[in-house]
């Protein structure tokens, strides 16, 4: 049914179309600029001045993005062409809609700005109403530029994160590895791999259904990255299993880490429905240093110290020892009150 008496918010996003957008003004005259100041901020825009291209640029390069920028054509320094074709550039994913200002309505002068990469020109002095129009029209464009940015950025994360517990893939953990050992190349700096698979998996899809099994593996990762830094990364390796993907830690801190995420599974049982399933963790624990080759070498470690795990009787993690190509097959196991007995199953 139509509504004579409009809400006050849908009024009111009428006649303030600059509402959540920023703009820069940049213009060298005076009054022209504070003209268009005032337009702006009335209109609900988050305005931004800049006198010359300097300010301009300076203003581009901030980390919050524009919406709009309104480039005066005679602006000191750089004129407003020459500040369009600059920023056209630039690899801006959110590029502002551009407006050349100038004097005269020429046809010339709209094709020079066109050609530059402005999206419109606006000739001086500015009508407001067909100002607010356009800005109208080009907040319909930005509006579905950036729907479609997200899409494309949802669709990317589809790709890189598992569907089920929405860590990284197994592709996306191992250029994570890669892609570590690279930063620290050259450097002392060493990153920490743990696999971790949780114990008798298949017995609670064959007991309480896949659903049940799903559900678990969900509550599985979401006290896991609980455990882990801001900076660390977790990934769906396998079925059940997870690797784990820590910069900047020592084997110390490296078991440290691994038994708070050994605990934090052991902790309390997890729901599925109407069913308490206690689950609990294996985890092979490896240094991958920089001097000791690709990722897949700290991997293997890290595998054969989870076999070792699963051996010596699960809910336990094993640490392999530092340089395993120095030392093939060194393990040693945590102390014995860190190393839990296996909860009966």
Request: hydrophobic share 40%; net charge negative.
């Amino acid at each position: 049914m139509y509504d004579a008496n409009p809400k006050p918010a849908a009024s009111e996003r009428r006649h303030r179309p600059g509402q959540f957008r920023r703009v820069l003004i940049a213009e060298s005259d005076q009054v022209s600029r504070a003209s268009l100041e005032k337009m702006f901020r009335n209109w609900g825009f988050d305005v931004v001045l800049a006198k010359n291209s300097r300010e301009a640029l300076q203003v581009l390069r901030d980390e919050k993005p524009l919406d709009f920028a309104i480039l005066g054509r005679a602006l000191a320094g750089m004129n407003g062409i020459e500040l369009c074709r600059r920023i056209n550039e630039q690899p801006y994913e959110r590029m502002p809609y551009l407006f050349v200002l100038s004097n005269r309505g020429e046809a010339g002068d709209v094709v020079e700005a066109l050609e530059s990469g402005a999206d419109e020109s606006l000739t001086v002095p500015i009508d407001e109403r067909e100002l607010k129009a356009r800005l109208a029209a080009a907040s319909r464009i930005l509006k579905r530029r950036d729907e479609l940015i997200s899409a494309r950025e949802a669709f990317r994360d589809q790709a890189v994160r598992d569907a089920l517990t929405g860590v990284w893939t197994r592709r996306a953990i191992l250029e994570i590895l890669e892609a570590d050992l690279s930063r620290a190349s050259g450097e002392a700096g060493s990153t920490g791999v743990l696999l971790l698979d949780l114990d008798h998996f298949k017995n609670v899809n064959d007991t309480y259904g896949h659903l049940a099994g799903d559900q678990v593996l969900a509550e599985a990762t979401r006290r896991l990255s609980r455990q882990l830094r801001s900076y660390d990364s977790i990934g769906r390796y396998g079925g059940e299993e997870f690797l784990v993907v820590a910069p900047g830690c020592d084997q110390k801190e490296l078991c440290e880490l691994a038994e708070r995420l050994r605990s934090a599974i052991e902790s309390e049982p997890m729901h599925a429905g109407q069913h308490e399933i206690t689950v609990t963790l294996s985890i092979g624990v490896a240094i991958a240093s920089t001097v000791d080759g690709p990722a897949t070498s700290a991997i293997e470690s890290a595998d054969v110290a989870l076999y070792a795990a699963k051996k010596a009787g699960r809910n336990r993690f094993v640490c392999c020892a530092p340089h395993p190509k120095s030392i093939p097959g060194s393990l040693f196991r945590v102390p014995a009150q860190i190393a839990l007995q296996p909860v009966a199953d």
